[in-house]
């Protein structure tokens, strides 16, 4: 389908769905169970665009619009209000991932300036290195990448740096304890004495439901990490899951974004993915993790994922 297509086809969509929409939202007010947004972002810049990329003029026009129909809270309020199982208003949070210097222009400085907290996950091997990602280098591009010096400074004026693993693989397909602890665990701590900041949240890499991993999830939790993100699509209702985080993609299309955060049908009956792996995979890892670091307490204060399947929605895929 070309893009003027799928546009037209959108544009129908949301109009047939606009009746719908309006009374779940009076619904889910009157509920006080509003759903929260979490959004992920990657690279804000002007030139060279990628499908992973953004204009400032374009992330500006977003924000622009969010502010003027959503709460824009931190990540810490989300998760609280999901946990509590109450939201009254709609409300957005905005992240990025992997840690692209160019963000620095101008996109970071104008969400501190408005005073919209941001939650930014860094891959830890190309920020203390300088390297290019290897998703860019894959399309010939070779995008500056943050220093942690410049994670500092965004750290001290309010940014929540969050853990993005060491080097952004698919940890869908890991099954090696002692890898999986170093992506997770290891570089967490790693970036937390670079920063000299607490890491508190984690972000899955491509994060679609294949790209998930169960004993990732379970060792986050035991490694005292407050949330995991992915990033397939879906609402994260009051109530649902509190640990499993889900965020939409920042599309660039403002129609796009603005179809996929008024209640669409199809975001809302999209559930988390249950994230699967091999009950030996766990005994191994957490076997090798106590040898390592001694017992780690397990936050159990959170429901189970659902296990629901995938709506029919097929999200962007992006690094
Ligand atoms: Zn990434």
Redesign the pocket.
């Known amino acids: 389908m070309s893009a003027s297509w799928k546009t037209v086809a959108l544009d129908v969509h949301r109009r047939l769905t606009t009746p719908w929409r309006a009374w779940m939202r009076h619904w889910l007010l009157g509920q006080r169970r509003m759903p929260i947004i979490l959004l992920f972002y990657h690279r804000v810049a002007d030139r060279e665009p990628v499908p992973w990329s953004l204009t400032n003029r374009q992330f500006a026009a977003h924000v622009d619009w969010l502010e003027k129909h959503f709460e824009m809270i931190s990540l810490e309020e989300a998760q609280r209000r999901i946990i509590a199982g109450e939201n009254c208003r709609p409300a957005v949070h905005v992240t990025f ?2 840690g692209y210097a160019e963000n620095c222009d101008a996109a970071l400085p104008m969400l501190i300036e408005r005073g919209i907290a941001c939650t930014y996950f860094v ?1 830890l091997e190309n920020v203390l290195t300088g390297r290019p990602f290897a998703h860019d280098a894959q399309v010939g591009k070779r995008f500056p990448v943050n220093t942690i010096g410049q994670l500092r400074q965004l750290s001290a004026r309010g940014v929540e740096i969050g853990a ?1 693993t060491r080097t ?1 693989p698919d940890l869908g397909q890991i099954a090696e304890p002692r890898r999986l602890i170093d992506e997770v665990v290891t570089a967490r701590r790693e970036l937390e004495d670079n920063l000299a900041a607490p890491v508190r949240y984690f972000a899955f ?2 994060g679609m439901p294949r790209n998930l991993n169960g004993a990732v999830v379970r060792l986050a939790r035991a490694a005292g990490l407050k949330a995991v993100c992915s990033a397939y699509g879906g609402y994260n209702f009051p109530g649902g899951d509190g640990f499993h985080l889900q965020r939409c993609h920042g599309d660039p299309e403002l129609p796009r974004l603005k179809n996929a955060l008024t209640l669409d049908p199809r975001q809302v009956a999209r559930r988390p993915v249950k994230a699967a792996s091999p009950p030996s995979l766990e005994e191994k890892m957490f076997e090798l993790l106590s040898q390592e670091t001694g017992p780690l307490a397990e936050a159990d204060s959170q429901p189970e994922e659902t296990d629901d399947a995938l709506a029919t929605l097929s999200p962007i895929e992006t ?1």
């Open positions: 991932d992997d891959t993005h952004h890499p491509f690094p």
